[in-house]
């Protein structure tokens, strides 16, 4: 049991809160593109992005997996995001700060969504069942550049007015 929750609930739990995570995201991330502050939105990315990493991290473990470094840069980047917003205001440098580490947790977030999609989606994972595979680093590599794209213009338009 982990939280009180028998372990297929608790991983129910982490699925919940990192897809709710992911949708809250491309939201915040929209606004930003428009240049404007998604309120509410960003909240709720941050904080469900964080419990995704905190249930994350609370997973039975025997050795360091690159799921435990992808989760410990996404809490960094978290950290820096919800400094910027909340103890910064986005003021200044903290603005283009909190674009980029936004930007770069919900596609962490993202990114291991797509992983975990090629293991218990059988049209993926007969497509690159090792993830060694083309279609695997097709996937990827869009991702990556979709978030790339994303945040260059989010960083040129987000001007979100003084708080």
């Not at 915040?28 to 992005?49: C, D, E, I, K």
């Not at 097709?138 to 260059?152: N, P, S």
């Not at 960083?155 to 003084?162: D, E």
Request: aromatic letters at 10%; glycine letters at 8%.
């Amino acid at each position: 049991m982990i939280l009180g929750l028998d372990f297929s609930t608790f991983v129910t739990l982490h699925v919940v809160l990192s897809l709710i995570g992911i949708a809250a995201g491309l939201v915040a991330l929209g606004a930003m593109l428009a240049g404007r502050s998604s309120g509410g939105w960003s909240a709720l990315f941050l904080t469900t992005t964080a419990a995704t990493v905190a249930t994350g991290f609370m997973f039975p473990i025997g050795a360091i997996l690159p799921s435990h470094i992808v989760g410990a840069i996404t809490a960094v980047t978290l950290l820096v995001a919800v400094y910027a917003l909340y103890a910064r205001g986005l003021a200044r440098g903290w603005r283009a700060a909190y674009v980029v580490t936004a930007t770069v947790s919900l596609y962490l977030n993202c990114f291991v969504g797509a992983v975990q999609a090629f293991q218990k989606v059988d049209t993926l994972h007969a497509l690159a069942p090792t993830k060694s595979e083309l279609p695997f680093l097709v996937a990827q590599l869009l991702l990556l550049a979709f978030f790339i794209a994303c945040g260059a213009i989010a960083l040129r338009r987000f001007r979100p007015a003084a708080a």
